[in-house]
């Protein structure tokens, strides 16, 4: 159906049909691909036992632990840690508080959409290629750009982030120097494959997560005045002066909402992975409920504790001299009596850095090879090398940071924010799509009689769950830019909503391009089958060994895996 390339093991060869694979292609059985690894047909394997995606290339080398912790803290960079400030100083804590508790839950409707569609369909480009498979092409196009445009801002400005923090500690290497040093790291360590990338995230989230945990002890002991040498709590000061709405009312909270768009921006990113899964079945709902946590630990926990320990009219949010000098962490710790505070902030900072691009590039790359393998994007792009790694991918994704560097000119620094700005309203389309395509997959399989308790794993609250996705992302990407309106400022327009007829010019132009070839799907018509496969490591377990099964999983296994 889309034409997507298969590996057969050494890389390199292309496929014309996916979904019929010979053995010696390391691919399916005649059997198999015509019912599908949850249909009426037994469990199935590729044949030569490979770890090999048939039909991307691609290797299937992340654990269910790799793709749990992603859930958890991956992609969480110094957007959160650093421009939270400035939703802070727009808004006042109250907004800051609402801005993360509205987004949190939209980012909840659309992870249930897309843990439903994801889980039975894990292929490559996730909802990237659902969209044509639910759609047409011509949608899966204009959703898959603006897929990657948001990967592309947040790898430039994460770029800019760390070069930054190391220019402050060592500034006889200028800016573009530590960039050219990064940039070969990054590209290096990412042509190690996705076992190496699984592991690093992995670790570098762990490290992420306890330091926010230690972040929040220390605020707690802070407002509870409880640090040595205290005079008095801070108890909830800052909400009372400045105020809880730094007195911006409504339009502070409207451009709260632009911030944390951008800041959540990443939570679906576990579906883009599943194809690299080894069990996607199992790894890819954990990851889904997973996400719950992150939203009340991560987010609305940071935007609880920033709030009560930072005051919103700070100076050094607008005036710090770094960027960790412009984190409410960092203002915290020096208004508690630690000058010295922000050497440490820079240094989680470093580490939420070295994540965020880490997963920019994995999440960049895994999009654009998905679109070339299926013509959605030049097709050398959709090579990979015999270990599973796109290296044309990986290459031009990273080579997109370079826009990071257009910050040192003068001229080009007003660009530069522009182009990264535009990752807030790219969020809502892409999140819009997602919660439209899962509706899409639900027509079609009532209209095809299945039985919806055949669906591996059902979202909750459907169909009100992706209708209330549809609707709030549409009406926040309509209105995320009205605070530009008064008093105008047309720079500031323009970046609020050039993706908005991009998008349909996108559209558009896929409709010429494959004039007469790309009709919408009738629901009687979209392919339910193809693509589903079942876990790596649950092949032969029968029925009734479950239980035997469940009884060798160490109890420390069992407590994580209930988290």
């Known amino acids: 159906m889309f034409g997507r390339r298969k590996s057969d093991g050494g890389g390199g060869k292309l496929a014309g049909d996916p979904h019929v694979a010979d053995s010696s292609a390391g691919g399916y059985d005649d059997e198999a691909a015509r019912y ?61 508080l609402i801005g993360f508790g509205v987004i949190g839950i939209i980012a909840f409707a659309i992870m249930q959409s897309l843990g439903e569609i994801t889980t039975i369909f894990p292929g490559g480009g996730s909802f990237v290629s659902l969209a044509e498979r639910m759609v047409d092409k011509s949608f899966s196009v204009a959703v898959g750009w603006n897929y990657f445009i948001i990967w592309a801002a947040v790898l430039a400005n994460e770029y800019n982030v760390i070069c930054s923090i190391l220019t402050y500690w060592v500034p006889q290497v200028p800016l573009w120097g530590w960039f050219l040093i990064l940039w070969t790291i990054f590209f290096g360590f990412q042509l190690l494959g996705v076992e190496a990338f699984g592991e690093a995230e992995f670790w570098l989230a762990l490290l992420k997560l306890l330091g926010l945990t230690a972040y929040f002890i220390f605020a707690i002991i802070y407002a509870a005045g409880g640090l040595v040498g205290q005079k008095e709590p801070l108890g909830f000061r800052y909400w009372h002066d400045p105020g809880p709405f730094n007195g911006n009312g409504f339009k502070g909270v409207a451009q709260v909402f632009v911030f944390t768009s951008t800041f959540y921006a990443g939570v679906e990113s576990v579906a883009v992975a599943a194809t690299e899964t080894r069990n996607p079945g199992v790894a890819v709902p954990q990851a889904i409920r997973q996400v719950f946590w992150r939203i009340i630990f991560v987010y609305m926990g940071s935007a609880f504790f920033f709030g009560i320990t930072c005051p919103a009219n700070a100076d050094g949010l607008v005036n710090g001299g770094s960027k960790a000098l412009k984190s409410p962490m960092t203002i915290a710790l020096q208004n508690a009596g630690w000058e010295g505070g922000v050497h440490l902030i820079n240094a989680f900072i470093l580490i939420t850095c070295l994540s965020a691009v880490n997963s920019s590039i994995y999440i960049g790359s ?122 105008f400022d047309a720079g500031n327009f323009v970046d609020a909503y050039i993706l908005l007829p991009l998008f349909g010019l996108i559209y558009v132009t896929g409709k010429i391009y494959w004039r007469g070839k790309d009709k919408v799907k009738r629901s009687w018509e979209i392919d339910l089958d193809s693509g589903r496969r079942t876990d790596l490591d649950q092949k032969g377990v029968l029925p009734e060994d479950e239980a035997f099964q469940r009884e060798k999983i160490p109890f420390w296994k069992k407590l994580w895996n209930l988290l």
Do not use: C
């Open 36 to 96: 599908g690894a949850y249909g009426d047909a037994p469990d199935f394997v590729p044949s030569d036992g490979s770890t090999m995606d048939p039909d991307s290339g691609v290797k299937r080398g992340l654990k269910n632990r790799h793709l749990s912790m992603m859930a958890l803290a991956g992609i969480i960079g110094p957007g959160l840690l650093v421009g939270a400030g400035g939703a802070l100083r727009n808004g006042g804590p109250a907004s800051l």
């Open 366 to 487: 895994r999009t654009i090879l998905y679109m070339a393998q299926s013509g959605k994007a030049p097709s050398f792009i959709g090579w990979t090398n015999k270990r599973g790694v796109p290296v044309w991918a990986i290459l031009i994704t990273n080579a997109v940071g370079a826009i990071s560097m257009m910050n040192v000119s003068t001229g080009a620094s007003k660009a530069y924010q522009y182009i990264v700005n535009l990752s807030g309203v790219s969020t809502f389309l892409v999140w819009g799509s997602i919660s439209f395509i899962h509706i899409r997959f639900r027509r079609a399989w009532v209209a095809q009689n299945r039985d919806v308790n055949e669906i591996p794993f059902k979202s909750l609250w459907y169909p009100l769950i992706a209708y209330f996705g549809v609707a709030i992302n549409l009406f926040l990407a309509l209105v995320q830019g009205w605070t530009t309106l008064s008093p």
